[in-house]
């Protein structure tokens, strides 16, 4: 069953610094996206930053300027760096692949979520 493994969430203070990753346990014909969403208690899970494989990024207007996300096409990896960190941005934090297979069927992966907390 393929996985997606995240790591690097924790404890950060406000105007601090974290970096997220999020690796594929197996490899595909084509990552589309590549990406991090959030969630909330009680909120819908909201997208966060993603990068396609042409190399377009997006990210939510709350997060521009301060978080980076990047892709390793290689290592079918996801990185997301963080700075200037909010206690607003406390969350989980899921990865989420969009991957297209030969026989052209799109799917989607998720992460299992890592938990990113900004507190004083």
């Known amino acids: 069953q393929t996985q997606l493994m995240e790591s690097g969430g924790g404890v950060a203070q406000p105007g601090g610094s974290l970096t997220l990753s999020c690796t594929a346990s197996?490899?595909?014909?084509?990552?589309?996206?590549m990406g991090w969403s959030r969630q909330v208690p009680g909120k819908e899970r909201e997208m966060v930053a993603q990068?396609?494989?042409?190399?377009?990024?997006m990210y939510h207007d709350s997060v521009k300027g301060r978080f980076t996300v990047s892709r390793d096409n290689d290592k079918n990896t996801v990185s997301l760096q963080m700075n200037f960190l909010r206690p607003e941005d406390t969350a989980v934090y899921y990865c989420?692949?969009?991957?297209?297979?030969?026989?052209?069927?799109?799917?989607?992966?998720w992460g299992q979520g890592t938990q990113v907390t900004v507190s004083s």
């Open positions: 990068v396609t494989d042409s190399g377009r990024a």
């Open positions: 989420k692949f969009k991957t297209l297979s030969r026989e052209n069927a799109i799917r989607d992966y």
């Open positions: 197996e490899s595909f014909y084509r990552i589309l996206i």
